[in-house]
C-alpha cells in the first residue's frame, strides 16, 4: 500500500486528521491587539450537505457568524439574499475589485464570486468567529489575505461516494447536465489537494459532520484562550520589571 492510500485510510478510520502543515506559533506582538477571531473555511463539492452542516454549527455556537459572499448569479429555487449570497450586478462587483474591496475573488461558469473585506472585518471587530465555504483556490487566497490578522482553520468534507453525489446533484435539478459533468470532473481535481486543509472530515451524515466541525472550532477556541491568558501574564511580568531590577 503507497503512502498517500496509507494516509487516506487513516483519515477514514479516525474521521479527523491531524494539522497537515505545522503552523508557526503566534508571537505576543500578535496578541497585544486583544481579541483574535477564528475564521473557520469549509471546502466540499456541491452537493456534500456543507451548507446544511454549517448552518448546524451556528446554531449550537452562536458566536460562530456566516460569511456572506457576493454573486452576480442569480439566485436558485430557495435562497434568500443576505442570508445564502448577495445578489449584485457585475457593475456592482467590477466597482468593488476597482476599489480592491476584495479578499478574494473567483469567476465560475461564467458568473463571478468575492468576499469583501469589510465584511470579515464587521465579524470579527465585533467579536464574534466566522465561517465561510468555498473552493480550493479559495481556500489559498483567504489564507493569505488572512492569517496575519486572524487564526484560519481550513477544512475540507470529503464525499464518501462521488456517484451519490452526482446523483444528488441530479436530483436537485437545478443545474444542466453540463454543468453538473463540469461539477463532477471539478469534484476529482479537487480531491488533489486534500491533503492542503488542515482537516478532512468524511461527509457521512451532517449532524456527525457538524459536531465534527464543532468540535475543531472549539479546539482552536481553547488554543487561543490559552494565548491570550500568556499574554496577560506576559503584561504582568513586563510590569513588575522595574521592581524587580531596581529601575
Known amino acids: 500500500m503507497g503512502f498517500k492510500k496509507s494516509v487516506c485510510l487513516f483519515i477514514v478510520l479516525s474521521f479527523i486528521v491531524s494539522p ?52 452576480t448569479r442569480g439566485a ?20 468593488h ?29 465585533a467579536g464574534h468567529d466566522a465561517i465561510i ?20 482553520v481550513t477544512i475540507y468534507l470529503l464525499p464518501p461516494s462521488v456517484l451519490e453525489l452526482k446523483n444528488r446533484l441530479v436530483n436537485r435539478k437545478t443545474d444542466s447536465m453540463e454543468i453538473i459533468e463540469g461539477r463532477m470532473r ?24 457538524s459536531e465534527k466541525i464543532l468540535s475543531i472550532y472549539r479546539h482552536h477556541a481553547k488554543m487561543r484562550a490559552a494565548k491570550m491568558a500568556g499574554y496577560k501574564l506576559f503584561e504582568q511580568l513586563q510590569q513588575e520589571k522595574s521592581t524587580v531590577l531596581g529601575k
Open 20 to 71: 497537515a502543515f505545522a503552523k508557526k506559533p503566534t508571537s505576543v506582538n500578535k496578541l497585544q491587539d486583544g481579541y483574535r477571531g477564528i475564521v473557520i473555511i469549509v471546502s466540499a463539492p456541491s452537493g456534500t450537505g456543507k451548507t446544511t452542516a454549517m448552518n448546524a454549527v451556528m446554531k449550537q455556537e452562536s458566536g460562530i457568524k456566516k460569511i456572506i459572499s457576493v454573486t
Open 76 to 95: 436558485r429555487p430557495g435562497e434568500e439574499d443576505g442570508l445564502d449570497y448577495r445578489f449584485i450586478s457585475k457593475k456592482e462587483y467590477q466597482n
Open 97 to 125: 475589485k476597482k476599489h480592491h474591496d476584495f479578499v478574494q475573488m473567483a469567476e465560475n461558469y461564467g458568473n463571478f464570486y468575492g468576499v469583501l473585506r469589510k465584511d470579515v472585518e464587521n465579524i470579527v471587530g
Open 133 to 152: 465555504d468555498v473552493n480550493y483556490a479559495g481556500m489559498q487566497e483567504l489564507s493569505r489575505a488572512l492569517s496575519s490578522s486572524v487564526d484560519v
Open 186 to 209: 471539478g469534484v476529482y481535481g479537487a480531491l488533489e489537494n486534500w491533503d492542503r486543509y488542515q482537516y478532512i472530515i468524511p461527509a457521512n451524515g451532517i449532524e456527525g459532520v
